[in-house]
């Protein structure tokens, strides 16, 4: 049955019989999405008239609206699509068959542009054409018969759900272990006011889970928490997790070849589960950092990490200091200054800002009845948006070694440079004195960029918030002193100072072969083979792991999702062998890791020395992926069994 077939009639019948709502729908839709949904319904694919393609010209600071179509353009795509659509309504609303490989290949390409063959099975992934496309396509049963395999999960956020449920397609036994009291990791744990994300929703959902309702384009943090919530329920997933259970060590035996995974239960006991393999979805940003300050602990008053949000005080006209002017800040201050007494908030390097205007925006109600009503434009939204951030601005942040201006890494690093400039300029203009305070020094893409949509600026110029740029000297009963001398007063102290990334599987006690201690080992400097494999952990599998983090191109969901195919291949492979154990071999470790090191060196943020949660303790980057999302996808596609061991 196709996708087209499996929508509801009766609400796409009552769209194509309201005239005035169809109008209004296709004049609010994105185009580049539009065009190959309804050939794809329709099966005309005239509708992907190449003359009608969207240059997706990227600008330094924002892809240009409807992928960059002249406005002439725009009126011949719109007038085409409603064609089709009353052709369709006045045809009996017969839905086409799915595509073939040959016309699947004419839609990708419309949004796409002429690329090679080698993006195609990786956008079609994404595309989830067929549907679920990434399913493993095998069991345990078929490949070795008889056999058992069991399989601890750690974490119950984004990574730890695909886990759960790639393993489940397959019939492997699988526990999750999850510390919270719901599934949703990082998406239940920062409940704090403003909370969203900052990458387009559509694209930050799995590719065999796909949500057409979204309200925003950019979701709330509660709009997140209740999809992921919801995967697990449609999927079935809970019957496998168990909540309120937090991982303290997990132990290799070399005699057995299993692993002995302790958990402390919400009433302080502990239980120890046993199993043939452990995969850690812990994530990156899951451990609250808090400043290394003196006095940290003296304050009076109520002081709480964004990421565990004190909702039981009451900020109303009180005086509140916020530490730190990252991601939570630029979400948390907007939310609480109209609350506040007094608002003070320390920066310690400014972040580039990205102009977003439509950052907090519902979508319309037009378009969202489009993608409700018209079954296949949410799944082509979604891989236009995929599409648009493949590679994202990561040119942008590419150094060029034969480059030397000041502030920027290259000529394109330094033309986003000059944009980011000249949208700082437009939004603190009026006041230099913050200006001076909010401009970077450092190159664009050496640390994250923040969204954009007139309410931090318009926050810090609000009379009772003061931006301190001062370095914090130490925390007093009273308050924060500075550098200058200056106390300054507080009743409430706001730390939104990020997370311990680089400290992978923490505070976890992990004993691999021969009782190696992963933490002693890494000593720090977390690596993993693919991000995924450590030598001497035979059977011990990292999702989101040490350099696959994303932070200019691409969705840490697809990451994930990818690395899980991988994981799967390994543990296939382990069954057909008849074998029990897979361990990376360190030659191919050492030579990924090499080559991971290299490509950071060549990125902005791995020749800045600004601080940035990219970069561990030792300066390197460990959490970030340097290479196109492409590289990965080949990478790991199907695991090279020469790299391993298998005993």
């Not at 009451?314 to 916020?322: F, N, P």
């Not at 007063?489 to 730390?495: C, E, F, G, K």
């Amino acid at each position: 049955m196709s996708i087209a077939s499996t929508a509801a009639p009766a609400g796409l019948a009552a769209l194509l019989n309201d005239e005035d709502a169809l109008v209004a729908a296709v004049r609010g839709a994105e185009l580049p999405a539009l065009l190959p949904a309804l050939a794809h319904l329709t099966g005309d694919l005239s509708l992907v008239d190449p003359a009608l393609r969207p240059p997706l010209r990227l600008l330094p600071d924002r892809i240009e609206p409807q992928g960059g179509m002249a406005p002439a353009v725009q009126e011949r795509a719109r007038h085409r699509a409603l064609g089709a659509l009353h052709a369709f309504r006045d045809g009996g609303m017969v839905a086409a068959p799915d595509p073939d490989e040959a016309g699947l290949r004419t839609l990708m390409r419309f949004v796409s542009g002429d690329v090679g063959d080698e993006y195609l099975p990786l956008m079609a992934h994404e595309l989830g054409l067929p549907v679920d496309a990434g399913a493993p396509g095998w069991t345990v049963d078929e490949v070795a018969p008889g056999r058992t395999l069991d399989v601890i999960v750690i974490g119950a956020g984004v990574s730890g759900l695909v886990t759960a449920h790639r393993l489940g397609q397959t019939g492997i036994g699988v526990t999750v272990l999850e510390r919270n009291a719901d599934v949703g990791g990082v998406w239940l744990e920062n409940s704090y006011p403003g909370a969203r994300l900052d990458t387009p929703n559509f694209a930050y959902s799995f590719s065999f889970a796909q949500e057409p309702a979204w309200p925003h384009r950019f979701s709330t943090r509660a709009d997140i928490h209740a999809y992921l919530a919801g995967v697990a329920d449609r999927f079935g997933l809970r019957g496998r997790i168990r909540c309120g259970h937090e991982v303290v060590a997990a132990t290799f035996d070399d005699g057995t070849r299993r692993w002995t995974v302790r958990a402390r239960r919400d009433d302080g006991s502990e239980v120890a589960l046993q199993a043939d393999a452990v995969i850690s979805a812990t994530g990156q940003l899951n451990r609250p950092k808090l400043p290394d300050v003196p006095g940290r602990d003296a304050f009076a008053g109520p002081a709480f990490h964004t990421a565990r949000w004190r909702h039981d005080v009451d900020l109303t006209g009180r005086r509140v200091a916020v530490i730190g002017t990252g991601a939570s800040a630029y979400q948390v201050v907007p939310s609480i200054v109209d609350r506040v007494r007094s608002l003070t908030v320390f920066q310690r390097t400014p972040p580039w800002m990205l102009p977003t205007p439509d950052y907090h925006e519902p979508i319309p109600p037009a378009e969202r009845r489009l993608l409700r009503d018209l079954p296949t434009y949410h799944r082509w939204l979604r891989y236009y948006q995929f599409w648009t951030s493949v590679d994202g601005r990561r040119p942008f942040a590419e150094v060029d070694p034969d480059w030397h201006e000041a502030g920027s890494v290259s000529a394109r690093n330094a033309a986003l440079r000059r944009a980011l400039e000249a949208h700082l300029r437009r939004r603190f203009g009026d006041r230099p004195d913050l200006l001076a305070k909010v401009m970077p020094d450092y190159a664009p893409g050496a640390k994250r960029m923040m969204r954009d949509n007139r309410v931090w600026p318009a926050a810090l110029k609000r009379a009772h918030v003061e931006l301190v740029t001062d370095p914090i000297t130490r925390i007093v009963p009273e308050g924060v002193h500075t550098a200058d001398g200056r106390l300054h007063d507080a009743d409430v102290l706001i730390h939104a100072t990020g997370f311990h990334a680089s400290d992978f599987l923490a505070p976890i006690r992990v004993s691999g072969r021969g009782g190696r201690d992963l933490h002693a080992w890494w000593a720090g400097d977390a690596r993993a083979h693919l991000g995924v494999h450590v030598p001497g952990f035979p059977n011990l599998f990292c999702v989101f792991g040490p350099n696959t983090g994303l932070v200019i191109n691409g969705s840490i969901l697809l990451f994930s999702e990818i690395a899980v195919h991988h994981i799967l291949g390994c543990l296939r492979e382990l069954l057909t062998r008849g074998a029990r154990t897979v361990e990376v071999r360190p030659a191919a470790h050492d030579a990924y890791n090499a080559a991971v090191d290299a490509g950071n060196a060549r990125m902005a943020w791995g020749v800045a020395t600004v601080n940035s949660w990219y970069r561990n303790a030792a300066g390197r980057a460990s959490q970030v992926w340097p290479f196109t999302l492409l590289d990965y996808w080949r990478m790991v596609r199907v695991p090279d069994t020469a790299d391993f061991r298998w005993d």
